[in-house]
């Protein structure tokens, strides 16, 4: 296990090196990574892990917690592979770097060392579109999804459960906010509606910006079937977007 920190603290000081150039920040890095470094070790004890992408992993999330910055996992591949290997691991060993190997050791360290404190529900759902239905048909078939418990930080799932509905559910839900006069439920309101009965429930974001964005895609990709049969419409304005059952 020497071996593998001695190969680990090589990389990372390397990375470090090349991009962090304030000694501050220098400090503040070697910090944060101290603290990762002590948490891993006893993860590291016990699972096998490739010592480059294991590098490359830990300088993202220690970066990224030091920093509160993302590095481009891409970029920071291309940056790695400009290491002198030879000098930091040592002659003739082949290295080869690839985004999704790192991507996939990041959510590793992540699973490890989370103490799933920050846990939340989501729902995935899809509405199959048989184009040989008719709209009554269409309506009354049987669709399914499930409502998971995961941690946000980590992305563990610890249950599922299973949620039949069916498209006249979702029709129903948007007629029941609708009164005469308003030109349609507004899209915001719909939303919370078909949230209360867990047909929409996406992944939760910290940014209430991005979480709500991610509310309205959900929707519309939900309401795409609808759309394309003629049972609603969505407004084509920037702003409060209105749904309307024709």
Known sequence: MAYTWNVVDAVIAALRDK??????????????????????????????????????????????DAFDDRLDIPALVDEASGLDFDALVGPGMTIDL???????????????????GNRATRTRVAITNDAALSNAEFLASQQGGRVEWYCMDCGTI?????????????????????R?????????DVIEQLKQEYIVCPRQNADAR??????????????RSFI???????????????VRVI
């Open 210 to 223: 991005k979480q709500q964005a991610s509310e309205y895609m959900l929707v519309k990709v939900l309401l």
């Open 180 to 188: 005469p006069g308003q030109g349609g439920v507004l899209l915001k």
């Open 19 to 64: 991009q962090i150039k304030a000694i501050d920040d220098r400090e503040r890095f070697a910090e944060t990574y101290a603290a990762w470094k002590q948490r891993l070790v006893p993860v590291v004890r016990k699972r096998a892990f490739n010592r480059i992408n294991l590098a490359l992993a830990l300088y993202h999330v220690a970066y990224q």
């Open 98 to 116: 690839y985004p999704s190997t790192v991507r996939q050791a990041i959510v590793e360290l992540k699973r490890q060392t989370c103490t799933h």
């Open 158 to 178: 610890f249950s599922v459960k299973k949620i039949a509905f069916s498209p006249a559910s979702v029709l129903k839900a948007i007629q029941s906010l609708s």
């Open 228 to 242: 394309e049969r003629g049972l609603v419409a969505i407004d084509a304005v920037v702003r409060n977007k209105r």
